[in-house]
T-cell receptor
């Protein structure tokens, strides 16, 4: 089966950098996604990794190590609007998304 | 480009009542998904359609939940009868392709269901 772990909650300061980790176990793998979800809103796509390494997209970067079953989302120059939950989701061998519970990120001034 | 539309946004019902949710995906998107998201958890896939055919409904509680996508566009999800544990946000998503790894899913705003 599949299992995804990510921290429940993290706190960071405006202007700083934060790294949200995600570890997973799966028998089939077709990539890892990160989504952002503001309270009461739908998830929105942030990034997708299928090969090892770092994908950079503006202030957000996502890293994947398939051998370690590990990914992280890196947020730079944090802004108050970045306060949200960040969901890690892996795509299994059937191309279904298996979601983590999300990490609630709190940004303080 | 219009996004995924869902209605209603909020619904409060009593247990054992019935409820239906509606989803209009992004125009031209072949694949449509219904997810259940319980507070504090990630979304759980209930059913996936490609055009008007069901791709996966293995996690749909078929004794009380049903869904259809008759013309390969709009979809409805029904719960009959509702239980307290059905209280959740029901998210609809669509993707342009067949649901493969390059097929990004776009989510609607969700319907928040409260069962009393």
């Amino acid at each position: 089966g599949q299992n995804i772990d990510q921290p429940t909650e993290m706190t960071a300061t405006e202007g700083a950098i934060v790294q949200i980790n995600c570890t997973y176990q799966t028998s089939g793998f077709n990539g890892l996604f990160w989504y952002q979800q503001h309270a009461g809103e739908a998830p929105t796509f942030l990034s997708y990794n299928v090969l090892d390494g770092l994908e950079e997209k503006g202030r957000f970067s996502s890293f994947l190590s398939r051998s370690k079953g590990y990914s992280y989302l890196l947020l730079k120059e944090l802004q108050m609007k970045d306060s949200a939950s960040y969901l890690c989701a892996l795509m299994d061998s059937n191309y279904q998304l298996i979601w983590g519970a999300g990490t609630k990120l709190i940004i303080k001034p | 480009e219009a996004g995924v539309a869902q209605s209603p946004r909020y619904k409060i019902i009593e247990k054992r009542q019935s409820v239906a949710f509606w989803c209009n995906p992004i125009s031209g998107h072949a694949t449509l998904y219904w997810y259940q998201q319980i507070l504090g958890q990630g979304p759980k896939l209930l059913i996936q359609f490609q055009n008007n055919g069901v791709v996966d409904d293995s996690q749909l509680p078929k004794d009380r939940f049903s869904a259809e996508r008759l013309k390969g566009v709009d979809s409805t999800l029904k719960i009959q009868p509702a239980k307290l544990e059905d209280s959740a946000v029901y998210l609809c998503a669509s993707s342009p392709g067949a649901g493969g790894h390059t097929d990004t899913q776009y989510f609607g705003p969700g319907t928040r269901l409260t069962v009393l």
